[in-house]
């Protein structure tokens, strides 16, 4: 009876964890500023990681197609700056190169598909150039 129920016991534990992997959504992920020498000149570049929030593990093989750099944390937000994807070093890091034209607060917003998620991973980072 007890190896019964020891079975029933997995199969619902199973369940249950199917389960919650179905119900995982964008809010699972999250995107932060890895690099921490942002200095005002071209070619500078950022180093995000991406984390999956479950399980504490980087994110690798996520698919960045939408990026914008401006300025809205200091009033300015039509002034932007391109943004270039650069080749990955380290797994769950992505790098970009952009040119940050002016001291001050710039917002990075990046938009990426993750293998298996329905939902786009989303996020407005903030950082700031120093002259």
């Known amino acids: 009876m007890t190896n ?21 959504g964008a809010d699972d992920y999250r995107f932060e500023v890895v690099s921490t020498d942002h200095r005002v000149g071209s070619g500078v570049t950022i180093e995000l990681r991406l984390t999956d ?3 504490g593990q980087p994110v690798e093989g996520a698919v960045i197609y939408a990026t914008r750099m401006d300025m809205a944390p200091d009033g300015m937000e039509t002034m932007t700056s391109p943004v270039t994807a650069l080749p990955a070093q380290v797994p769950g890091t992505y790098l970009f190169s952009t040119d940050l034209t002016m001291a001050g ?12 998620e ?5 996020a407005e980072l903030e950082l700031r150039a120093e002259p």
């Open 118 to 122: 329905p939902e786009t991973v989303e």
């Open 4 to 24: 019964m129920f020891r079975r029933i016991c997995g199969s619902v534990l199973a369940l249950l964890i199917g389960a919650c992997a179905l119900w995982a």
């Open 105 to 116: 607060g710039w917002r990075f917003s990046v938009a990426a598909k993750v293998q298996g």
């Open 53 to 55: 929030l479950r399980t």
